[in-house]
């Protein structure tokens, strides 16, 4: 069974910079597809950005210019850095891994990301 565990969620005042992290229990380079949703409250899940094993990136225009996507397949883990943040982006972040298209995704548990103003 595959784990991501993510970590760097917190609070930041709106402005501010964040960094998210998010560890595979196995080597990721097996893992065409890493990325991140998020959901805020009352609201649906949403995706933020994806990355290929191919470093081919894709981020949804809410976040684009804002939040950098990056992976690391020596150590395993994805990272999310999140720039000139905003109060919409406060949301429960998932780290998640799609093996193959088409492929069950692997989930992380969340972290909490609070922009406050």
């Known amino acids: 069974q595959v784990q991501l565990v993510e970590s760097g969620g917190g609070l930041v005042q709106a402005g501010g910079s964040l960094g998210l992290s998010c560890a595979a229990s196995?080597?990721?380079?097996?893992?065409?597809?890493m990325g991140w949703y998020r959901q805020a409250p009352g609201k649906q899940r949403e995706f933020v950005a994806s990355i290929t094993s191919s470093l081919s990136t894709n981020y949804a225009d809410s976040v684009k210019g804002r939040f950098t996507i990056s992976r690391d397949n020596v150590k395993n883990t994805v990272y999310l850095q999140m720039n000139s943040l905003k109060l919409d982006d406060t949301a429960i972040y998932s780290c998640?891994?799609?093996?193959?298209?088409?492929?069950?995704?692997?989930w992380g548990q969340g972290t909490q990301v609070t922009v406050s103003s």
């Open positions: 998640y891994g799609r093996p193959r298209i088409g492929s069950v995704p692997y």
């Open positions: 196995t080597d990721i380079v097996n893992i065409n597809i």
